[in-house]
């Protein structure tokens, strides 16, 4: 992919590598155990036994997951003694988490017209 070359004022597309990078991250949040443990990491941070508790998920599973959104960049621990706390850091990542939630309302169905709620773009030309 290439940026768009066309009228001034327009928005250049995504790189081959931002829309690879972007692709893997949704990948990722695919997996709605790993969603749910980004969106309990949002709020405040954890350990493992207390997200397994909140995700309603073995501790082994939590910690496989843990594992993946790591390396993906997408969570960040440290250590407290014996303890590893898991945080959401990255402002990028909260708002997109967020983003999602406020979407989809709570019974699962999406929220109203995001057009009712924001300022409308304006169109291209």
Known sequence: MTEHSGDAG??????SAQVEVAAETFRMLSSSTRLLIVRILVDAEH???????????????????????????????RREGRRIIYTVDDPHVVTMVEEIFEHIAPDGSLAPDPAERRPQRRPRR
Not at 52 to 61: M, P, R
């Open 47 to 77: 350990d493992v036994t207390s997200l397994a508790e909140l995700a309603e998920a073995s501790v082994q599973a939590v910690s496989q997951h843990l594992a993946k959104l790591r390396l993906a960049g997408l969570v960040g621990s």
């Open 10 to 15: 327009r928005e250049a597309l995504p790189t």
